[in-house]
């Protein structure tokens, strides 16, 4: 039965079909090959056995096995089986009960091809990359925009919030958000009184500096309290969000999306759960184009040099996807989810966004002004590098701290080396005698 979805070396109209692309390891007895004709099956038109209502009608929507080589396998599904801007759909096909199969070892999803008539059936972002950056004003010198995450976590009262963030807004920063765990904790740091504290400092620091500063508060909740939440701190003067999309849900950013107008900041916080193991779950690649889809204007992909991990390879591809207009492919084999299919991977994947706007991509998680250079290396200049520690650690306070990015970003940007720079600036000197500088893995 299972051969029946197997269609090896068909050549198909990509713009007929949904292709997934995945690492298969079978259970004992099982071949790739078989996995795959399993994932195809048991997400189109198949069951374990063979069923009396089966017609020639219902096998035109059966899943294809297009292609199998070693562990990797392509695997198509007829566009008649997508609902047009339904992700929480989506995902229950080319990532549903395949991972539950007693046949199935390992299974990654690594990356997915979407037609041009399904990309259209969404918005994406409001703002996007360009909206930022015209905003934040950066639109010109296209340096790499700069934020912060107010630390610790949580703890701090509304006016200490507030106070750190006017510390930052007149050291130069773009974007201030809350934490992924702080919400509306009212012992703790109500939430509108945070907010009204917090724009009454960038208010301030606004009117000695000329600039806008974005401040992302934390909206999470269910989804009709988030966009409740989100709608009642927009009328008290917010002039962005932040919301965890892994923990609400695609279809909450979409609806959050839809009934807000202004940007909103996409953290990831669980998604290793299920990103992370380069040979099960699904790839950080597909949770970035889901997430473009559905109308994050900014989303945290990773590091590579800093406390969070994530490969070379997949990081660089998660920006791709979000930030350009043309998805090429990916060029780095780093990783083992993609060192045997890539003249494939090249060539099915390559994915127009049409009317999607680009996100801004940030890299989070352990940065210091000493990690710049390297940073800067791996993204270039279309990112979103923010600082948590590496800001409010700086042994002079977060004014200090940065003004220590800031200047380590000109530093890199006029093609100074930082140990130069830092010796007539004293916020960098100070910031790279406690935190050193990049050491590259030997």
């Not at 070892?105 to 091809?113: A, E, H, S």
């Not at 800093?306 to 990783?335: F, N, P, R, Y």
């Not at 093609?415 to 830092?422: V, W």
Request: hydrophobic residues 40%; positive net charge.
């Amino acid at each position: 039965m299972l051969n029946d979805f197997l269609a090896l070396g068909e050549k198909i109209d990509l713009e007929d079909w949904i292709v997934g692309y995945y690492y298969v390891e079978g259970a004992r007895g099982y071949t790739p090959t078989d996995i795959a004709a399993a994932i195809a099956a048991e997400s189109s038109i198949g069951t374990w056995t063979r069923v009396m209502t089966e017609n020639k009608r219902v096998k035109r929507f059966a899943g294809k096995v297009v292609d199998v080589k070693k562990n990797y396998a392509m695997i198509a599904f007829p566009i008649e089986l997508f609902e047009p801007g339904n992700i929480p759909q989506l995902l229950s096909v080319v990532a549903g009960n395949l991972f539950g199969l007693k046949a199935v070892k390992n299974c990654r999803l690594l990356d997915i091809r979407l037609p041009k008539k399904y990309i259209k059936s969404f918005k994406g972002p409001r703002f996007g990359l360009e909206g930022i950056r015209k905003i934040v004003g950066t639109t010109k010198n296209r340096r790499p925009h700069i934020g912060t995450i107010i630390k610790p976590k949580v703890g701090l009262s509304p006016s200490a919030t507030a106070k750190v963030g006017y510390e930052v807004a007149v050291g130069g920063i773009d974007h201030i958000k809350d934490d992924e765990t702080l919400t509306d904790q009212r012992k703790i740091c109500p939430i509108e009184e945070r907010l009204s504290k917090m724009m009454c400092a960038l208010d301030k620091a606004k009117s000695e500096t000329g600039k806008t500063v974005l401040y992302t508060v934390n909206v999470t909740h269910d989804t009709s309290k988030m966009i409740e939440r989100a709608e009642k701190l927009i009328a008290m003067g917010a002039n962005a969000v932040m919301m965890d999309v892994i923990t609400c849900g695609f279809s909450a950013l979409k609806e959050l999306r839809e009934a807000i107008k202004v940007p909103i900041h996409v953290h990831r916080c669980m998604h290793a759960a299920f990103t992370r193991n380069p040979f099960h779950g699904i790839s950080m690649v597909v949770v970035a184009k889901l997430v473009r889809l559905a109308g994050g204007d900014q989303l945290h992909i990773g590091t590579v040099v800093g406390k969070m991990h994530g490969e070379l390879a997949e990081v660089k591809a998660s920006q791709e996807v979000l930030e350009t207009k043309l998805t090429k492919g990916i060029k780095d084999t780093s990783i083992p989810a993609f060192k045997e299919f890539l003249d494939i991977k090249e060539r099915i994947f390559e994915q127009n966004w049409y009317n999607i706007k680009p996100v801004l991509a940030i890299s989070s998680g352990g940065l210091h002004p000493g990690l710049i250079p390297e940073a800067i290396k791996i993204f270039g200049n279309e990112i979103g590098l923010q600082f948590g520690g590496g800001i409010h650690g700086h042994p002079d306070g977060s004014r200090a701290g940065t003004i220590a990015v800031r200047q380590a970003l000109d530093a890199v940007m006029n093609g100074i080396p930082l140990a130069k720079y830092a010796k007539t600036h004293k916020e960098l000197k100070r910031a790279l005698e406690h935190w050193g500088y990049f050491k590259p893995k030997l």
